[in-house]
């Protein structure tokens, strides 16, 4: 989670960005600044043995959003994009 966050907080936000605005979330930057901030804290949080409840909730919650508008009407099957 801390790579993954880190990757739409310092790296690919604008490209996050544009992404999350063609799944209905606008404005697409700052969900995806929200998203990558979460997704950093539950990754440093787990590493460093800290906040694990909070830090689990920040999971189930950007990955319950990835699986309802994105993995999910793909089915469970990894290779063809689904929430495997």
Known sequence: MLYHGLG????NGPEAGS???SLGFR????????????????????????ATRPAALAVLVT???AIWKFHG???YENTKGGME
Not at 27 to 50: D, K, V
Request: charge should be positive; aromatic fraction near 8%; proline fraction near 5%.
């Open 27 to 50: 404005p697409g930057r700052r969900f995806a600044r929200l998203a990558g901030s979460l997704e950093t804290f539950a990754g440093a949080a787990a590493i460093l043995g800290i």
């Open 19 to 21: 992404f999350l605005e």
């Open 8 to 11: 739409k907080v310092l790296g």
């Open 63 to 65: 990955q319950s959003v």
């Open 73 to 75: 009407p793909k089915g």
